[in-house]
């Protein structure tokens, strides 16, 4: 998703700004773009090509000097194009071009989020003269900062942010000040890296690893002035109507630059599969026991306060927590829903102050749930928890307790091993409420925790099954639907592998509890229609061995993946996949992981940018 580096120093900072926006690639962008300070005026370079285009373009044209601010963009208004790529230049009554020159104004931006009521700022700001060049709700922000323009950027930016409506994060420039950075976020991430002499505003601290590790979290609302070897942060006082300074606290913060080596790999999904073992051995390493503490201070108290939990997440997260809740209520004994963030943050839902509210994210940063976990909290649920994958985010800094797993950073878009961590953080969170609630002896805490920690050689194991699903892969790569099937505690698996396989192989798949089947998609099934079928040997075989019958009747064609005890052999239309053991309640992290081969391989087979699909982004920072 769109990302923002920015600076002002004495030294060129072009090459850093598009180092910090490569950081920031694997987020998913589809334009990029650099502008500076240099010669008293505005130069930019922007391109619809990769960022190592970008050093190139901007070398081409001389672009360097030590104030400027740069950006990789996702469309959301207008198409992907350079015209609309940022950053954005104000154009209008101050410009003072001569005449048939370029229109270029004062003002250079560059914008994350989206602005709500940028059509009638559009309008208000063509009355007034100004040039629209774009079809972004991005250009208004700087026609309308040049516009309250009168010798003080910092000012403007303060007189124009309150009359934003959405989210943003942004940051800007001015031809009159040529060592000056203002930037401002609300609901979009913003951090400042304090330099020695220099000052950085990124929308991740990753964007400045090498740079400097001196990172402070910008909050909702707040505004930071950038000069060289100064900076000052201020955010409105309601009360007052004006803004006043805040203090916030300088981290030091070794982030990873994200640049990881691909080594052996063909893709960072591929790497990303494969480090699963190692993922989930990490994120069980301080694990020694089970408490309520390992999620923080105070969690032991907060656990007995509640008798409900509710998850919100989106995407792949969601399928975790939507597995979660079956282990939730079966072994914790406490009702669990699981909900949509982006549909949650906006129903009207009956609250209960004595819910956990369980947020779960990869990246900590995806803004619709940030918006969930805030309208459930405004609500009066008031214990929060999250389980993410990055622990500088905004979503643990919101949160009361926190499970960090220990995935490493994930570039591939599609999510694999942050899943199969975040399955494990929710296991040792019903462990750990089961053992609140009275629901775990000891012999049953010491079961468990063996079964986690031989996960990593079991997953090992189910990756050596990669020969046989690449067999597969090319079978699949012919055909533009797929069904899924599993049911219990592994529907939400297949729905996950019906995700991997549509976001990367731009395959429609559909996943179905099977018995669901015969109340409809099974209209669709024919000899064309592939149908995985997730088959663990659990409580509900029997009835999924009759609902492939099912499937089979109809001449569908089934690709199993079976526990070893199942009796499901191969035959004509039905071609099975052995699972090298059967792995009880924590069976959906192992049977995710084929799923996962499946859909990589077959996009492989298909030639899609595996690790940056179409019209997808790795952190969706927009709603
Ligand atoms: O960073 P998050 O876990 O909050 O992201 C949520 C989804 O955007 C993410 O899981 C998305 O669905 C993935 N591309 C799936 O592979």
Redesign the pocket.
């Known amino acids: 998703m769109c990302g923002i580096v920015g600076a002002v120093s004495q030294r060129n900072i072009v090459p850093i700004l598009v180092e910090g926006l490569k950081r920031l690639e694997y987020r998913g962008y589809d334009s990029c773009g650099v502008a500076v300070h240099q010669d008293g005026g505005l130069r930019r370079a922007r391109s619809t090509s990769r960022v190592a285009e970008l050093q190139a373009q901007a070398d081409q044209d001389g672009i360097a000097a030590g104030t400027g601010i740069a950006h990789t963009r996702w469309a959301t208004h207008g198409a992907p194009a350079v015209h609309n790529a940022h950053p954005h230049f104000s154009a209008g009554p101050n410009s003072g071009n001569p005449a048939g020159a370029e229109a270029v104004g004062r003002i250079a931006l560059v914008h994350n989020g989206i602005i709500e009521n940028h059509d009638e700022l559009r309008a208000e700001l063509k009355a007034r003269g100004y040039v629209f060049a774009s079809q972004t709700d991005t250009e208004v922000i700087a026609h309308l900062i040049d516009h309250l323009y009168s010798g003080d950027l910092l000012d403007a930016v303060q007189q124009a942010l309150p009359r934003l409506k959405g989210a943003y994060a942004v940051a800007v420039f001015c031809r009159d000040e040529p060592h000056r950075v203002v930037a401002a976020r609300e609901g979009s991430p913003l951090v400042l890296g304090v330099g020695e002499g220099e000052n950085f505003v990124a929308s991740d601290a990753m964007a400045l690893a090498g740079v400097t590790d001196q990172i402070v979290y910008l909050e909702e609302g707040d505004v930071v002035d950038l000069q060289l070897g100064r900076y000052w942060i201020s955010r409105l006082d309601t009360t007052t109507g004006r803004f006043g300074a805040v203090q916030r606290e300088v981290k030091t913060v070794h982030a990873h630059s994200g640049a990881a080596e691909l080594g052996p790999y063909r893709h960072y999904m591929q790497k990303e599969i494969f480090e699963q073992p190692v993922a989930i051995a990490n994120t069980l390493d301080a694990v020694t026991g089970i408490s309520p503490e390992l999620f923080g201070d105070g969690a032991y108290r907060v656990f007995k306060e509640v008798d409900k939990v509710l998850i919100l997440?989106?995407?792949?997260?969601y399928y975790s927590g939507s597995t979660a809740k079956y282990w939730l209520e079966s072994i914790a004994r406490i009702p669990t829903s699981v909900e949509i963030a982006s549909e949650y943050r906006y129903r009207d839902s009956v609250p209960d102050p004595r819910t956990l509210v369980v947020t779960?994210?990869?990246?900590g940063e995806?803004a619709d749930?940030i918006a969930a976990l805030k309208h459930a909290r405004a609500q009066g649920m008031k214990h929060t928890l999250t389980i993410c994958n990055v622990a500088t985010s905004a979503m643990v800094r919101e949160c009361e307790l926190a499970y960090i797993t220990r995935a490493g950073a994930e570039i591939g878009?599609?999510?694999t091993k942050?899943f199969t961590t975040q399955l494990v953080g929710l296991f040792l969170l019903t462990l750990a409420l089961a053992q609140t609630r009275g629901h775990l002896g000891e012999a049953d805490e010491a079961r468990h925790l063996k079964n986690l920690r031989h996960l990593p050689v079991a997953v090992q194991a189910v990756l050596a099954l990669e020969p046989q699903v690449i067999a597969w892969s090319e079978e699949f790569a012919r055909k533009e639907n797929a069904l899924f099937l599993g049911r219990g505690l592994h529907y939400p698996i297949a729905l996950e592998g019906a995700?991997?396989l549509k976001?990367i192989s731009y395959i429609h798949a559909e996943a179905y509890p099977a018995g669901e089947l015969k109340h409809g998609p099974l209209a669709l099934v024919t000899a064309e229609m592939p149908v995985v079928t997730v088959a663990p040997n659990d409580a509900l075989l029997e009835k999924l061995k009759s609902n492939m019958q099912e499937v089979r009747a109809r001449g569908g064609q089934l690709y199993v993946f079976a526990d070893g005890d199942t009796a499901i052999e191969s035959e004509v239309g039905l071609h099975v996949i052995r699972m090298p053991e059967h792995y009880g309640a924590l069976s959906p992290i192992l049977h995710v992981v084929p799923l996962q081969l499946l859909a990589y391989h077959t996009a492989c087979a298909r030639g899609t940018d595996v690790d940056k699909p179409r019209n997808?982004a790795k952190?969706?920072t927009v709603e």
């Open positions: 997440a989106c995407g792949t997260s779960i994210s990869q990246s995806t749930t878009v599609a999510s942050a995700l991997k976001e997808l952190s969706v």
